[in-house]
């Protein structure tokens, strides 16, 4: 990472721009403005969200931030720099673990972020603790592969338009060697997946683009007897 920028500001936020290289197959270079702040984590549960909203959310890799964080993006970085939906890495500030989740409203308490608890568990985060939230630009998605734990999942009518409705609502970005929970509301089952590859790069975002989907055998498949 070459840094070309680096502006110093209070309250521990930092402006940057990051010239980044991912080494894939093909070589993509992206510049990243960068925009972080420390905020406490709690899970949806603990948000003023009713039961609905939370059962929802904590089926998403979506997060919530504060009001200030979007003046403060489009104060330091600027409107016209910004590309909606917003992409976060949410990282535990004692083990440097980090996950990339996309923004889903401003509208938590001043200093708070909400967090779906299946993240706040992969990244070993308790409610209350402090975290570091850090904007980034992510390159769109040409290709994931998928391993559901259920073969139920793939022999459903039509496994693809389910993936395509839910994980564009509540996935826009994926990364390998995650597992995803899609909450099938129309016949009231969910399902985890993993997310086995993706390309260009290991994280991806996969709304507003073209993503070829491979499914790899489901975890419970169990060869037929000859």
């Known amino acids: 990472i070459n840094v070309l920028i680096s502006v110093k500001l209070i309250y521990l936020r930092t402006l940057c721009i990051y010239k980044t290289l991912i080494n894939t197959s093909c070589q993509i270079y992206i510049y990243i403005m960068s ?7 709690f899970s949806y549960s603990c948000s003023d969200l009713n039961p609905d909203q939370i059962a929802n959310m ?4 979506k997060i919530r931030l504060p009001p200030s964080v979007l003046k403060h993006l489009m104060e330091d970085v600027g409107e016209k720099s910004l590309e909606f939906p917003l992409f976060f890495s949410v990282k535990n500030t004692q083990t440097m673990y980090s996950n990339t989740c996309a923004v889903h409203e401003f509208s938590s308490s001043e200093g708070i972020c909400n967090i779906p608890f299946h993240i706040m568990q992969d990244l070993s985060i308790n409610e209350g603790d402090n975290i570091e939230i850090q904007l980034v630009c992510l390159v769109n998605g040409s290709f994931i592969k998928l391993r559901p734990h259920k073969t139920k999942f793939i022999d459903l009518t039509n496994p693809k338009a389910v993936l ?3 994980m564009s609502l509540d996935y826009p970005v994926v990364t390998k060697g995650h597992t995803i929970l899609i909450n099938y509301k129309d016949i009231g089952e969910q399902f985890y997946i993993d997310i086995v590859d993706c390309e260009p790069a290991d994280t991806i975002k996969i709304i507003n683009t073209d993503v070829n989907v491979d499914f790899d055998t489901p975890l419970d498949y169990v060869e037929p007897p000859k």
């Open 164 to 166: 395509e409705k839910y």
């Open 35 to 41: 925009y972080s702040v420390n905020l406490q984590c």
């Open 58 to 61: 904590n089926c998403t890799n």
